[in-house]
């Protein structure tokens, strides 16, 4: 497959199971995981959802990432393998465009509360904890008529909408 400058991947990731949607001319074509929660070693797990997202990357090879920015959280142990897998997929992005020098992948991320905001309607209220977060994530994907499996392809369709969505508003805005 060529370059395609019209495809957006959106990622969440997550070393035991990544959701990922791909958007094309931003269009909806397909989403889904990756589940690698059978994978017991977490550096075999994380090694394995680097290679991937990388076959993922290499079968499309889209123009736009748009990725979940890691979370702080409590364990540094978590974010260091997420902020590696995250690495791992800016790399891509960079290799890309030095390999082919008229090829650029606008590479974005998101953090949580951003790509939140820019789904949610003006009459919406974003919860606070991440529990409630899940479940309105995936509220808000069906409610746009998908169906997904769990919270990472939810919230991966939302985080490519979300892009989006933001493109759309700079257009609008820059109009005249």
Request: with cysteine; charged share 25%; net charge negative.
């Amino acid at each position: 497959m060529t370059f395609d400058s019209s495809a957006l991947i959106a990622l969440d990731t997550s070393s035991t199971c990544t959701g990922f949607s791909l958007y094309k001319k931003a269009i909806y074509i397909q989403s889904g995981i990756i589940d690698l929660k059978a994978i017991a070693d977490s550096e075999d797990r994380q090694n394995e959802m680097s290679s991937r997202l990388i076959d993922l990357l290499n079968t499309y090879i889209p123009g736009i990432i748009v990725i979940e920015r890691p979370p702080l959280v409590k364990d540094p142990q978590s974010l260091v393998m997420l902020s590696e897998i995250v690495g791992c997929v800016k790399g891509w992005a960079i290799t890309m465009g030095k390999q082919n020098q008229d090829t650029f992948v606008d590479y974005i991320e998101y953090a949580p509360a951003r790509w939140r905001s820019l789904v949610k309607n003006k009459d919406e209220t974003i919860p606070r904890k991440s529990k409630d977060c899940k479940v309105w994530d995936i509220a808000k994907v069906k409610s746009m008529g998908y169906d997904p499996v769990d919270d990472n392809e939810a919230d991966a369709i939302l985080i490519g909408q979300a892009r989006i969505n933001e493109f759309a508003k700079f257009l609008i805005d820059t109009k005249d």
